[in-house]
């Protein structure tokens, strides 16, 4: 991290507990959000990771909070350097309020059980659902998705669901513009698409 980031550190910290402070309180006058809609078919979730040691060790701090409430809110914060060279840093706060926010000490299965476990019937009786890993290079979607998979698999195969399937599997990733590894245009063109 640079010098700049390492030197105000303390007063980051301290801006982010007041934020967090005022929007605690914000959160006890007006637990419910006016202006938010929920839609019965979708569900829109976050999981933050653990800040990992090597991270600490390097300075980095954490940027990303959800807040005590519960109520699906995330904060997210960003110091910004003044324009003037010796100005002080400002806090660019954004909050978002999803339908469900996981934090580090929420489990995989925490999170299959409650967004992933209700559709494996749904599954079993021949529907269709979609789950979407969307984040930054580390952030944890393979781990995340990985364990989901495999509950899946488990409740699927472990004979409690009445009758009897053919289960097909069908696991797509897409890393920038490749594909299994060869660039997209390779494999449009082997498939005569491109």
Not at 78 to 96: N, Y
């Amino acid at each position: 991290m640079d010098e700049y980031h390492i030197k105000h550190t303390p007063w980051y910290q301290a801006s982010v507990k007041a934020f967090s402070d005022k929007a605690a309180k914000q959160d006890l006058a007006r637990p419910d959000d006016p202006n938010s809609t929920s839609n019965p078919d979708m569900v829109v979730a976050a999981r933050l990771r653990p800040v990992m040691e090597d991270e600490v060790a390097a300075g980095l701090i954490q940027g990303v909070f959800l807040r005590k409430s519960g109520n699906g809110a995330v904060d997210i914060h960003q110091v910004r350097k003044h324009i003037k060279p010796l100005g002080p840093p400002t806090l660019i706060s954004t909050s978002v309020r999803l339908d469900r926010a996981y934090g580090p000490e929420d489990t995989s299965e925490q999170i299959y059980q409650d967004l992933v476990q209700p559709l494996v019937p749904w599954a079993w009786g021949g529907g269709v659902s979609t789950m979407f890993a969307y984040g930054q290079t580390g952030s944890g979607k393979t781990f995340t998705v990985s364990a989901i998979e495999k509950l899946v698999a488990q409740s699927l195969m472990n004979g409690d669901l009445e009758g009897d399937r053919k289960v097909f599997a069908c696991i797509i990733e897409l890393a920038g513009n490749s594909s299994f590894g060869m660039p997209i245009e390779i494999l449009l063109a082997e498939h005569n698409l491109g």
